[in-house]
């Protein structure tokens, strides 16, 4: 981008007035300017071609994550790939790429600045884990909603642990681990309070606490 803004500059660039410069050796003094766009050229073609190979190696593997614009033009493409084509995708992929990170952006009415992070809210009341269309009840602790049901399941575990791409590569392990921890403990152990010196059950006070779980 910084490439971008630097060379559409107008009146910096002599050649621009008079292009029969960009025919001169590149030996001759005062030239420098022609060496500097050679490796600004080579820079740009392999910022955009590196993230297309990589995409193409994926889809052609059948390893490739979808939702991907490169991904779904070759398949579209079929039989009808050529160089000609790849390159169009090449060229229109990577303006989308640079847009979409350089510049602003608006969702459902709400403007987001340029580089802003954007950090889902998953526990928002009347939202998400919260959605009352949803959960019945959702404000209330009630493990027994999940008795037997997977897809009720689902519906958390759909959400927890991200979304898309950058979805949490630990959620198989996690859901597995803490599945085994959950059934071993309750095939070999008795769950009960401990007792007081009376021999009186103590029941914990359960409170939620702040931080990254409650
Ligand atoms: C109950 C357990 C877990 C929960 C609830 C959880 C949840 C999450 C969430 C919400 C994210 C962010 C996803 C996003 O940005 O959209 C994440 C990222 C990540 N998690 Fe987990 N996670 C758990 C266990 C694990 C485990 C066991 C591992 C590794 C063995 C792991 C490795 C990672 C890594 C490497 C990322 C970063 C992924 C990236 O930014 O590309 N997580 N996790």
Redesign the pocket.
């Known amino acids: 981008m910084n490439i971008l803004r630097t060379a559409a500059t107008s009146g910096v660039w002599m050649v621009d007035t008079l292009p029969i410069l960009k025919r001169l050796p590149s030996w001759l003094p005062g030239t420098g300017s022609l060496a500097l766009a050679r490796l600004w050229r080579q820079l740009v073609f392999k910022a955009v071609w590196a993230p297309y190979t990589w995409s193409k190696r994926s889809f052609d593997a059948g390893t490739v994550l979808l939702p991907n614009t490169c991904a779904t033009a070759l398949e579209n493409m079929n039989e009808s790939r050529s160089a000609d084509r790849e390159d169009q995708l090449v060229w229109a992929a990577g303006t989308m790429t640079v847009a979409g990170h350089e510049t602003d952006d608006v969702y459902q009415g709400m403007h987001l600045p340029e580089g802003v992070n954007v950090v889902?809210n998953i526990w928002l009341p009347r939202h998400m884990l919260h959605d009352p269309e949803v959960f019945t009840n959702p404000m209330k602790f009630d493990p027994d909603r999940y008795l037997n049901l997977d897809s009720e399941m689902e519906k958390v575990t759909n959400i927890?642990?991200?979304?898309?791409?950058?979805?949490?590569?630990?959620?198989s392990?996690?859901?597995n681990?803490?599945f085994a921890i959950a059934a071993t403990v309750l095939a070999t152990c008795d769950i009960v309070p401990k007792l007081d010196e009376d021999g009186n059950d103590v029941i914990p006070n359960v409170v939620y606490t702040s931080g990254i779980f409650r």
């Open positions: 889902a927890v642990f991200g979304f898309g791409r950058r979805q949490c590569p630990g959620k392990l996690a859901e681990i803490t």
